[in-house]
């Protein structure tokens, strides 16, 4: 089965999500680099999908992921790392996004929730107000920040195998 049909215009996916709320259907929001997908990543994603029927994804582009992570990053380019999470079960669409945050990505697909990873707090979420102010509940979900790509690469710059 294909997975490609996942990765979608921010304009396709406002008619995604319009179908699925016609049928009933739930939508939890996630988003992140995923520049190196690791478990972290996987837990992460499928702790979110548990919260609601469909899950969408937002992944940085790679000029919001150099803002935020700096030189060197992305590791690997916005359409293989968009392709890489379309092409989990857990996952039902994806987008790519430029901005800094995914605040105007909630304002407009208007989720149900607003999944984020245990680095952060219900206080810290950088989208917290604009959550608040649209009606979508935050949840922090996956397992505790042991995982990350900063730390794969680095092991990997010191020749080091699996930790």
């Known amino acids: 089965m294909s997975y490609q049909h996942k990765i979608q215009s921010l304009d396709a996916l406002e008619t995604t999500v ?5 049928t009933g259907r739930s939508v939890v929001f996630a988003n992140g680099v995923f520049d190196l997908l690791h478990v972290g990543h996987v837990r992460y994603l499928r702790a ?17 992921t150099r803002a935020l992570k700096g030189p060197g990053r992305p590791v690997l380019p916005q359409a293989a790392r968009a392709e890489l999470v379309a092409a989990l079960q857990t996952v039902s669409a994806v987008v790519i996004f430029d901005a800094p945050t995914a605040g105007g990505l909630l304002r407009r697909l208007r989720p149900d929730v607003h999944a984020k990873g245990t680095d952060y707090t219900e206080a810290s979420v950088p989208e917290r107000a604009i959550a608040d102010a649209c009606g979508i509940r935050v949840a922090i979900v996956g397992d505790p920040k042991e995982h990350s790509t900063r730390s794969l690469l680095a092991r990997i710059g010191a020749g080091l195998g699996p930790a």
């Open 18 to 22: 319009r179908q699925w709320r016609q």
């Open 48 to 64: 979110a999908r548990a919260l609601g029927d469909r899950l969408i994804v937002a992944v940085n582009s790679d000029a919001s």
